[in-house]
C-alpha cells in the first residue's frame, strides 16, 4: 500500500492551500483516512480524520480554518486549508487505516511520504 500526499508549499500569513493524497495498492478497504503533522522539534500531532462512514475529527488549532474531504470510490482524501497561520508551518502526513484483504481483519495504518507546509511573510 502506498500514499502519495501533493500539495504543499510556501504561503503567506491568511493564504489557503490544499493538500491530497491518494492511496494505491493492495487495498480491500480503508476506515479512516486522514492528516498528521509535525513540526521541527515537536511529536507528530493530529490534524484531522475522516472515518468511511463517521464524522470527522479536527484539532481544536485548526477547527474552522481547515476542512478534510475524502472519496471513498477514489481511495483519496484531502486537506483544504484556509487562514493558513505561521504555526501551521509543518510537514503535513496523511494517513490510511487500511485493511488488505478480504481474508483479513487486521487492519494497518500507512503513512504518505508527508508534504512541507510553510507559513511566512
Known amino acids: 500500500v502506498q500514499l502519495q500526499a501533493s500539495g504543499g508549499g510556501l504561503v503567506q500569513p491568511g493564504g489557503s492551500l490544499r493538500l491530497s493524497c491518494a492511496a494505491s495498492?493492495?487495498?480491500?478497504?480503508?476506515?479512516?483516512m486522514g492528516w498528521y503533522r509535525q513540526a521541527p522539534g515537536k511529536q507528530r500531532e493530529l490534524v484531522a480524520t475522516m472515518p468511511s462512514g463517521g464524522s470527522t475529527n479536527y484539532a481544536d488549532s485548526v477547527k474552522g480554518r481547515f476542512t478534510i474531504s475524502r472519496d471513498t470510490a477514489k481511495d483519496t482524501v484531502s486537506l483544504q486549508m484556509n487562514s493558513l497561520k505561521p504555526e501551521d508551518t509543518a510537514v503535513y502526513y496523511c494517513?490510511?487505516?487500511?485493511?488488505?484483504?478480504?481474508?483479513?481483519?487486521?487492519?494497518?495504518?500507512?503513512w504518505g511520504q508527508g508534504t512541507q507546509v510553510t507559513v511566512s511573510s
Open positions: 495498492g493492495s487495498i480491500f478497504s480503508i476506515n479512516v
Open positions: 494517513s490510511a487505516d487500511v485493511r488488505t484483504t478480504r481474508a483479513s481483519s487486521t487492519w494497518f495504518r500507512y
